[in-house]
């Protein structure tokens, strides 16, 4: 699981945020700090070879 | 001559990763080993033996409700474990203190007095004491 700085307490707006050994990864999403990086899936779809 | 006045070599202090230096008026952090009784019959002092690691760090900071502040940042940490980092500046050294996986038993969420600026006094317990 990746998860996405939100908070500049913690670091840089829009960084990777990668937690310690010990760090309570609950409680900064729960207060906001900290958000769930989404995957984004590649849009195009993949044409049919041709022949 | 060995003093050292905290005005700014109060350089970091950090909870759960969350940044509370611009609101904190006080910390202490305790390296504790506990002590135990070794005495035994024939004996005519008490002798004493190291125990367990019983660290402690304490802090006052100034109450804030808003985002990114201090009731948001401790508020889910109650009843549970997380860091707490503190590091000094002395002149040209640095000295970071580390509370790996320390407990947070409770937090005063209103603490109001009457013309003054809210603060709350927590207490982190427990934990692996580390200095770098």
């Given at each position: 699981m990746k998860y996405v700085i939100q908070s500049e307490k913690i670091g840089k707006i829009g960084d990777e945020f990668v937690p310690d050994y010990g760090i309570n990864i609950e409680a900064l999403l729960e207060g906001g700090f900290i958000s769930t990086a989404t995957e984004t899936k590649s849009s195009k779809v993949k044409s049919e070879p041709k022949e | 001559m060995a003093t050292s006045t905290y005005l700014s070599n109060l350089s970091t202090l950090t909870v759960n990763a969350v940044s509370l230096l611009d609101q904190a008026t006080n910390v202490v952090f305790t390296n504790t080993k506990e002590q135990l009784e070794a005495t035994a019959f024939g004996d005519t002092s008490r002798k004493y033996t190291a125990g367990l690691f019983n660290n402690e760090c304490t802090m006052t900071l100034y109450q804030s409700y808003i985002s990114s502040e201090t009731y948001q940042t401790l508020a889910a940490l109650v009843g549970s474990t997380t860091n707490v980092v503190a590091g000094v500046t002395d002149g040209a050294t640095t000295k970071t203190f580390t509370l790996t996986g320390c407990y947070l038993?409770?937090?005063?969420?209103v603490n109001a007095s009457l013309g003054e600026l809210s603060t709350v006094d927590i207490t982190f317990t427990g934990g692996v004491y580390s200095v770098a």
């Open positions: - | 038993e409770a937090l005063p969420v």
